[in-house]
């Protein structure tokens, strides 16, 4: 099946042409047709399948068969972080910039009155953050009552952040009448109530099991001690030859510290997480793009958005609490039909998170010992148990080292005043 099989215009096929794409990924062979038949779609998709464009693509298609004059917001995709945004504002540009219609991209971390006097030009198409959105909403510095479209993109990930209860305010805005995409990786219950409550009579598509993970991702575990984690990462990135390295860290103090650290050892790394401004991430994210910054250490929240097609290397310096945030995770390489590997870095006491990411894939990540770097505990076996606190055993009750021993104990003796209980309100 090629692009001019799916009832494309010639001004979207020229413009998909000129991004070098001539076969359509099995995403877009299903969503494509359906979407323009006008029906409302429940697609389960991992992250690099071409989702953007199965939804961007017919939705483009759509206006253009029912142009108007008269502008107003006729489609709407909610995404949760202002990169995902970003891309998907991006991606509806490329691909209709042979045509008319005007694309707004509404997050925060930026000036809302710059969005506002964007908004009050007239535009076709909006991809916002469910925040900003509900900014918007409550200014009335956006109209939602015409309608005709909304996609709900990485759905899944818009619960793990909390975005369900604002999602709901925003339908309120919405009309009634409309056609409803929801694309999303996996879907727990939560995601499934809310198609079940959203969708009418949806065409279900899945293009690859919802656990699944790209098929050309090479998975590697490397075993090694917690407190060598960092020395091997910086062996692997210069003896390896690693270029263009996304690592993922589970905090943003570790983002930093660990960032900060390969800094040290003359590797040119930058740190990606939300407590960075908008203008640092878009910074941080360009220069990575552009081979200037070696190895991009990111949090889960951050890096969801993250699109860029070449990216060889992924690493996970820490396993997510999350089995889930794995899948999301490596995907972010072996993009587009291309091949990447995923590695992690995982200690002792990572054994149960490693053990719930296998259930979930139901096979065995390959392990690889480094040499040099062999752990001194197998992962396999638990990590040991903290040591009993003996402190205090065989002494008189409140004392402390010295009690018993003719020193004072601090419950006795005319000194001791007692404190006042804290209040546990």
């Not at 908004?119 to 009552?145: C, E, F, N, Q, Y």
């Not at 991702?217 to 390295?245: A, H, M, N």
């Amino acid at each position: 099946m090629s692009f001019n099989t799916l009832g494309l215009s010639p001004e979207l096929k020229q413009a998909i042409e000129s991004k070098g794409y001539t076969d359509p990924s099995e995403i877009q062979q299903q969503a494509i047709p359906s979407i323009l038949q006008g029906n409302d779609i429940m697609a389960g998709a991992q992250t690099g399948t071409g989702k953007t464009a199965a939804f961007a693509l017919p939705i483009l298609q759509r206006l253009q068969n029912d142009e108007s004059k008269r502008r107003r917001v006729r489609t709407l995709v909610l995404v949760p972080t202002r990169e995902l945004a970003s891309q998907v504002g991006d991606s509806f540009r490329s691909y209709g910039k042979n045509l008319r219609f005007r694309t707004s991209t509404l997050y925060g971390g930026v000036s809302i009155k710059t969005q506002i006097d964007k908004l009050k030009k007239g535009v076709d198409i909006v991809v916002a953050t469910p925040g900003r959105l509900l900014d918007h909403l409550d200014k009335r510095t956006l109209d939602l009552s015409e309608l005709e479209v909304l996609v709900l993109d990485e759905a899944d990930r818009m619960l793990d952040m909390g975005f369900i209860r604002d999602i709901k305010k925003i339908f309120k805005y919405l009309p009634k009448k409309k056609q409803n995409l929801l694309f999303s990786a996996t879907f727990p219950k939560e995601i499934q109530a809310l198609a079940d409550s959203l969708l009418n009579s949806p065409k279900r598509i899945q293009v690859a099991s919802s656990n699944s993970t790209a098929d050309k991702v090479v998975q590697v575990i490397y075993p090694v001690d917690k407190s060598r984690k960092r020395e091997l990462l910086t062996y692997c990135i210069k003896e390896e030859g690693w270029f263009q390295v996304l690592v993922f860290s589970r905090t943003k103090h570790g983002a930093n510290k660990l960032a900060s650290q390969l800094s040290k050892e003359g590797i040119n790394a930058d740190a990606f997480h939300g407590n960075k401004s908008q203008s640092q991430r878009t910074r941080a994210l360009k220069d990575f793009k552009d081979s200037k910054t070696q190895v991009l250490v990111a949090t889960d929240i951050a890096a969801r958005g993250i699109d860029i097609n070449l990216l060889p290397q992924v690493v996970n310096f820490d396993l997510p609490y999350v089995p889930e945030d794995y899948i999301h995770r490596i995907g972010r390489t072996a993009r587009a039909g291309q091949e990447g590997k995923a590695v992690s870095l995982v200690s002792a006491d990572e054994h149960k998170l490693l053990s719930d990411i296998e259930r979930l894939l139901k096979k065995e990540i390959p392990r690889e010992i480094i040499q040099g770097f062999e752990p001194t505990q197998n992962l396999r076996s638990e990590p040991p148990k903290p040591k009993p606190n003996n402190r205090g055993k065989g002494r008189p009750q409140g004392g402390f080292r010295g009690a018993g021993k003719g020193k004072p104990s601090r419950s006795k003796g005319p000194w001791h005043k007692k404190r006042p209980k804290k209040n546990s309100n």
